[in-house]
T-cell receptor, first 113, second 113 residues
Framework: GAGVSQTPSNKVTEKGKYVELRCDPISGHTALYWYRQSLGQGPEFLIY????????DSGLPNDRFFAVRPEGSVSTLKIQRTERGDSAVYLC???????????FGPGTRLTVL | KQEVTQIPAALSVPEGENLVLNCSFT??????LQWFRQDPGKGLTSLLLIQSSQREQTSGRLNASLDKSSGRSTLYIAASQPGDSATYLCAGAWMDSSYKLIFGSGTRLLVRP
């Protein structure tokens, strides 16, 4: 079946611009996670949704970052006033229930010039 | 605060060798531990998930173990092949951290023909 998909695969933007990153989880998965991975490091947690609600957003670095999952399926990560330090690969994962295996998408590589 | 560590950061072995990758974690109240493979420029592929009630899991040439009391997990790869070359990441989930995955920095494996 279809796995987790993320669009776009690559995004280049200028400092100060607004970006949206999209995640389509595996159908029927209730839990959805966003992580961020810098070069040579393991992914770091950003936010987790259970259904439509953000169950844990403790990993969001500041209020420029926001994520939604309005219908409990697709999620969008929104970054305002991008900074060069936001450059990273943004990974999305989903799981059937929160305690189950997390399946990852291919990621969106964000480059802020 | 839970932390996950992987040593060494890189490993090079000749084809056919059996090898062990190490993962350590700081909180023995771990709920589950997951091993992933990441190829360059790609997302994460789930290899094995071990629940806290289990001691090991096997899939093909891979065997993962979990020892909560010592805070260690190992991934054993039998009869390594050049196609096994990738970065291997372990990640732990804890109930008091919303089951979000906390990753190590990974071990970059090269299997030489």
């Amino acid at each position: 079946g279809a796995g987790v998909s993320q669009t776009p695969s690559n995004k280049v933007t200028e400092k100060g611009k607004y970006v949206e990153l999209r995640c389509d989880p595996i159908s029927g998965h209730t839990a959805l996670y966003w992580y961020r991975q810098s070069l040579g490091q393991g992914p770091e947690f950003l936010i987790y949704f259970q259904g439509t609600g953000a169950a844990d957003d403790s990993g969001l670095p500041n209020d420029r970052f926001f994520a939604v999952r309005p219908e409990g399926s697709v999620s969008t990560l929104k970054i305002q006033r991008t900074e060069r330090g936001d450059s990273a690969v943004y990974l999305c994962a989903s799981s059937l229930v929160v305690t189950d295996t997390q399946y990852f998408g291919p990621g969106t590589r964000l480059t802020v010039l | 605060k839970q932390e996950v560590t992987q040593i060494p950061a890189a490993l090079s072995v000749p084809e056919g060798e059996n090898l062990v990758l190490n993962c350590s974690f700081t909180d023995s109240a771990i709920y589950n531990l997951q091993w992933f493979r990441q190829d360059p420029g790609k997302g994460l592929t789930s290899l094995l998930l071990i629940q806290s009630s289990q001691r090991e899991q096997t899939s093909g040439r891979l065997n993962a173990s979990l020892d909560k009391s010592s805070g260690r997990s190992t991934l054993y790869i039998a009869a390594s092949q050049p196609g096994d070359s990738a970065t291997y990441l372990c990640a732990g989930a804890w109930m008091d951290s919303s089951y979000k995955l906390i990753f190590g920095s990974g071990t970059r494996l090269l299997v030489r023909p």
